[in-house]
């Protein structure tokens, strides 16, 4: 990766060290992927801010604590084939890519995906695949995967998501509409097996055709 703005990255991760319980091994892929190549040139300057910023069809990308926060929920390992809701610029998929075997990511903005595809190929993260399409059905084709995790509030997890994820697995997603919650749930033979709740957050809606 690209060593520009390498001492930005080094604060921010000094940051999320004091703000989070995020790993290590977490931190240390946040530190690898330069947040600046994924926002708008606009808005290059508050790259390493540790805070949402627009990336435009109404958008964000995330708070890099936020990032930080649901990777850690999520426990990957390096073999994990990982299913991603909501591509937005790629960056959350990048940093996930840098602990996981594959990230399979469906955005529903085509002008995002081809961006986000275009970016993450430039960077090097040829274990990313996106495709444009309704998050709520997930990627199946690809399926099952260790892990999924939404960028995008849903009122409820969408059962196909559930399904997609392997009994032992992992889902992470903001859940609710006006008041959201940040949640982990483990995946089970028939279905969630537990449900733990990480505090209030603030995401965009999911988007789809339902």
């Known amino acids: 990766m690209t060593d520009d703005r390498a001492s930005e990255r080094d604060r921010l991760v000094d940051r999320l060290r004091r703000r989070t ?3 290590e091994r977490v931190l240390s892929a ?3 992927v330069p947040r600046h190549a994924f926002v708008p040139d606009e808005r290059a300057a508050d790259a390493y801010a540790d805070r949402p910023l627009p990336i435009g069809e109404g958008q964000t990308i995330s708070a890099p604590h936020m990032v930080a926060v649901m990777c850690d929920l999520l426990e990957l390992s390096p073999s994990d084939r990982v299913l991603e809701i909501g591509t937005g610029c790629g960056y959350h998929a990048a940093v996930t890519a840098e602990l996981c075997e594959t990230v399979s990511s ?3 903005h085509e002008r995002l995906a081809r961006q986000a ?3 993450l190929a430039t960077l090097g993260y040829e274990t990313v695949r996106v495709r444009v399409g309704d998050g709520r059905e997930g990627w ?4 099952p995967y260790d892990a ?3 960028t995008c509030a849903a009122r409820e997890v969408p059962d196909p998501l559930v399904e997609q994820v392997r009994p032992g697995g992992v889902l992470v997603a903001p859940v609710g509409d006006r008041v959201q919650r940040l949640v982990r749930l483990t ?4 279905g969630i097996r537990e449900r733990t709740d990480h505090g209030g957050v603030r995401f965009v809606p999911l988007l789809g055709d339902h």
């Not at 995946?187 to 028939?190: L, N, P, T």
């Open 21 to 23: 319980d995020a790993s």
């Open 30 to 32: 946040v530190r690898s």
């Open 106 to 108: 469906v955005e529903y």
């Open 117 to 119: 595809r275009e970016r």
């Open 140 to 143: 199946p084709e690809h399926a």
């Open 148 to 150: 999924c995790y939404l």
């Open 187 to 190: 995946v089970g033979s028939d």
